[in-house]
C-alpha cells in the first residue's frame, strides 16, 4: 500500500507503509458473517410472529339470559360439528366453559380454523336443561335469550345474522305449531285442524328452505353445515324420504369441500347398509319371535282358597 508526504518544495515522496490484507480480509468477512447472522435473525423472528399470527382472528361471544338463575354458574360450549359414528372428531372437539355474572356472560378467543356451529348448554339441579345453537366466526356475537323455552337469537356476525333468520327464526315457528297442536289451547286453533295442519305445514316448509338457502350460502363452511345436513341425508331418517327434498339437499353436500363432501357420502352409504341390516335383523328376529316355545301355565284347583266366616 502507498502513502504519500509532501514536502515544504512541493515534492512528493512515496514511502511503501506494510498492510496485513489477510487480516484486512478476515475483518471484512467477519462483518459481512454478522449483517448476514443479524438479518436471518430478524427473518427467523418476523416469521415466528407471523406464523403465530396468520389466520387467527378475534371473536367474543356476549350473552344474556332471561333471568339471573344462573349466577355463578358456568355455562358449556361445546364443538357442534361430529356425527354419531365420529368419537374422534368428537374427542377433538372444541370445548370451553364461560361463567355466567348475574345474567350476562362474556368470552373472548381467537380462531385458527374455518367457523363452525357450537351448542351452548346449561343446567341447574335435574329438573332444568337448557341448550342453543349459534356459529363460532370472526366478530363480535351477541346471543340473547328471551325465553328457557326457545332457542336464543343471535347477531352481529355475518354467519350468524343468517343462522339467525334462515334456521332459528323458522324452527321456532315450528315449535310453536307443534306446540299448538300438542295443547289446542288457542281458541282459533281450535276451530279448524286442517288449518292448524295447514299452518304446521307451511312452516316447516319454511324451515326446510332455509336450511337449504343456508347451506348453499355456507357449503364452504362444512364445521357449520355437517351436523344437521347429515339429518337430511339419513336414509334411516323419515325426513329422508322425500325425493325432491333429498336431492336438494345432496346438491348441498356436492357443494361442500371434496373431502368433507367424500366423508358424508361415505357416511350416508355406511346408514343405507345399516338400515338393510336393521331390517333383515327385524325379519329374522319376527321369524325367531313366533316360533319361540311358551309355557302354558296350569293352575291346580286345591290353589284356590277360600275363607269362611263363623
Not at 415466528?48 to 338463575?69: C, H, K, M, W
Not at 332455509?210 to 345436513?229: C, M, N, T
Not at 325367531?288 to 277360600?306: G, M, Q, Y
Request: proline share 3%.
Amino acid at each position: 500500500m502507498h502513502s504519500y508526504n509532501f514536502n515544504c518544495a512541493g515534492y512528493v515522496h512515496r514511502k511503501y507503509v506494510e498492510v496485513d490484507r489477510e487480516e484486512i480480509t478476515k475483518s471484512i468477512n467477519l462483518m459481512y458473517a454478522e449483517m448476514k447472522y443479524t438479518r436471518t435473525l430478524l427473518i427467523i423472528v418476523f416469521a415466528s410472529v407471523a406464523q403465530l399470527f396468520y389466520g387467527q382472528e378475534r371473536y367474543t361471544i356476549s350473552g344474556e339470559f332471561p333471568d339471573r338463575s344462573l349466577d355463578g354458574e358456568y355455562v358449556f360450549l361445546y364443538e357442534w360439528s361430529a356425527l354419531v359414528e365420529e368419537p374422534e372428531r368428537m374427542r377433538q372437539a372444541f370445548k370451553d366453559t364461560i361463567l355466567v355474572v348475574g345474567n350476562t356472560f362474556h368470552y373472548e378467543g381467537t380462531l385458527n380454523r374455518k367457523p363452525f356451529l357450537v351448542s351452548l348448554s346449561c343446567s341447574k339441579g335435574r329438573q332444568f336443561r337448557y341448550n342453543t345453537s349459534f356459529v363460532i366466526e370472526p366478530g363480535d356475537i351477541q346471543l340473547r335469550i328471551v325465553d328457557w323455552g326457545s332457542e336464543g337469537n343471535v347477531s352481529g356476525a355475518p354467519i350468524n345474522n343468517d343462522y339467525n333468520a334462515y334456521i332459528i327464526e323458522c324452527k321456532k315457528q315450528v315449535d310453536k305449531m307443534l306446540y299448538l297442536m300438542r295443547t289446542r289451547r288457542e281458541e282459533e286453533a281450535m276451530k279448524s285442524d286442517a288449518r292448524l295442519n295447514a299452518l304446521f305445514r307451511d312452516a316447516y316448509i319454511r324451515s326446510t328452505e332455509g336450511r337449504l338457502l343456508f347451506g348453499e350460502k355456507y357449503a364452504q363452511y362444512p364445521d357449520v353445515i355437517r351436523s344437521w345436513l347429515a339429518m337430511y341425508i339419513d336414509p334411516i331418517n323419515q325426513t329422508a324420504g322425500d325425493e325432491a327434498i333429498l336431492s336438494r339437499f345432496l346438491y348441498v353436500v356436492d357443494l361442500m369441500p371434496e373431502a368433507e363432501r367424500d366423508i358424508l357420502l361415505a357416511w350416508r352409504e355406511y346408514r343405507t347398509e345399516l338400515q338393510e341390516h336393521m331390517v333383515k335383523a327385524r325379519a329374522l328376529r319376527d321369524s325367531l319371535d313366533a316360533k319361540r316355545p311358551r309355557f302354558i301355565e296350569v293352575v291346580p284347583n286345591h290353589s284356590l282358597s277360600t275363607t269362611e266366616n263363623e
